[in-house]
């Protein structure tokens, strides 16, 4: 448990972008760069002072924390200039150069003196906890394992097998998309209703070991496309599962689509029970019908 007071203090933009295309109060667009501290990384293909404009993806600390920059590290990624909300809207090129910039800063915060923990999110849509709509990344720096990923971890080095590779045999109809060396299913136990997993379609343990930033882009931008399109519904979590930094151990990376179909209550709360509402083929099923042409 993080107690982060500073949560608090976050502005919530739930409005439409604007008619001409941009929201002149959103902090995360061009020209409003003096709304956010110092940004960490920038593409500036056109050359530019830093913390100007001209940028195509930028990263800056996040200015309401869920860490104290002394306890860790707390970034926002903003994917695109362009004021659009949800991952489907950014083009193939800007997809691919968003996935680029968070791998660049997840190995960042890998190399923290502190030895730090990265886990990379991105919450799109208010119901799925985003306070600013303009479409960006999260990254925190742990100043600890989290107990998910640790579970995992200890799931993977307990197994006969590598589980992700074994779930991806065995998919058959949760089989979503295959292509451009990357794998997407709906898991056999699905973290919440209506989730579609990407992975390599070989055994990589991380991002360094292997990520092609374009291909990863399209398929995220593609399959959360057709979730909409399936399921009326656009709010979503996508977070990356990868080897700790600096481990030998056995591990298969994968990023998580959730789009959010229904409400945690008192059972996933409380208990930790997920009662899923579509079973794993039918959501799988439903997103084949709505696939959208190579």
Known sequence: MLVAPARAGRPHDVAAAAPGGGAPACPFCPGNEGETPPETMAVRPEGGEANGGGWLVRAVPNKFPALAPDEGVHEVIVNTPRHVTRLAELTGEEAGRAVAAWAERVAAVARDPRGLRPFLFLNQGAAAGASLQHSHAQLVGLPFDPPRLVAR??????????PVCADIASAGVRLVAEGEGLVAWCPEVPPLSGTVRIAPARHVPDWESWL????????LRDRMAEVERAFGES???LWLHQRRPGSDGDFHWHVDAVPRLGTLAGLELGAGVIAATRSPAEVAARLREVALPA
């Open 235 to 237: 709010a979503a979590n």
């Open 212 to 219: 092609e930033p374009a291909a990863l882009g399209r398929c």
């Open 153 to 162: 971890e200890r799931a993977f080095a307990a197994a006969p097998a590598c």
